[in-house]
């Protein structure tokens, strides 16, 4: 991954075509969908659902361009069921599965939280992701900077960095540097297309901590 949750590219990996947009890209910037047994679309996070998978970008606009214009259909050779509110469900999967690998990576000792702990972590070097509540304080979030060629996560809430920590809430946290934070780097820029307009970015990223 590259800086500010977003995919390096990877030529040599998989690629299929959004059926919304029509570009062809790597499956780890895209969503996996099905058609399940009632004919319902049924989204495949894991990649792993049985039946022929239907692609598209993670990106709001086009999963519900998606929605509306009956593409899954279309894309399905065959009269489909499509949810309502399809992108806001597949926003709070993405959202859960973000939250439950910073919750493995902090029982794997591969992350912690709170101002110090990370502050610590990013002046010794030892992490690879900073990740900062994004209706955190902006003047309290100032104070800490990306790890140079790391990643920052900046679209997560409070709350759902409090259910990673098994808190109430939580601002800063900052991931080690393994395969578990790289799953949580990719699967957190997926849930960037659901969620942050335009695909913003921090301009904090890359620069040594204060």
Same mark, same amino acid.
């Given at each position: ?152 996560? @900046? ?22 540097? @393994? ?32």
């Amino acid at each position: 991954m590259g800086r500010g949750g977003q995919p390096k590219d990877r030529s040599e990996g998989p690629e299929r075509k959004c059926i919304a947009t029509g570009e062809v890209r790597p499956v780890e910037g895209m969503i996996r969908f099905v058609t399940g047994p009632d004919n319902q679309i049924v989204p495949d996070l894991l990649g792993k659902l049985p039946g022929r998978g239907i692609w598209v970008s993670a990106d709001r606009a086009a999963l519900e361009k998606a929605a509306a214009k009956n593409l899954f259909a279309r894309a399905a050779k065959q009269p489909v069921q499509v949810p309502e509110g399809l992108a806001d469900f597949v926003e709070a999967q993405l959202s859960l599965r973000v939250t439950n690998l910073i919750s493995l990576a902090r029982k794997g000792g591969e992350a912690v939280c709170g101002y110090e702990k990370v502050k610590d972590w990013l002046q010794k070097e030892e992490a690879s992701v900073l990740i900062q509540a994004s209706d955190g304080s902006e003047r309290g979030k100032s104070k800490l900077s990306t790890p140079y060629g790391g990643d920052f996560i @900046g679209w997560l809430t409070a709350d759902e960095l409090g259910r990673a920590f098994g808190r109430q809430t939580v601002i800063h946290a900052a991931l080690g540097d @393994g395969g578990l934070p790289l799953r949580v780097v990719e699967e957190a820029a997926r849930l960037k297309g659901l969620r942050v307009s335009g695909g913003e970015e921090s301009h904090r990223k890359g620069r040594k901590t204060r």
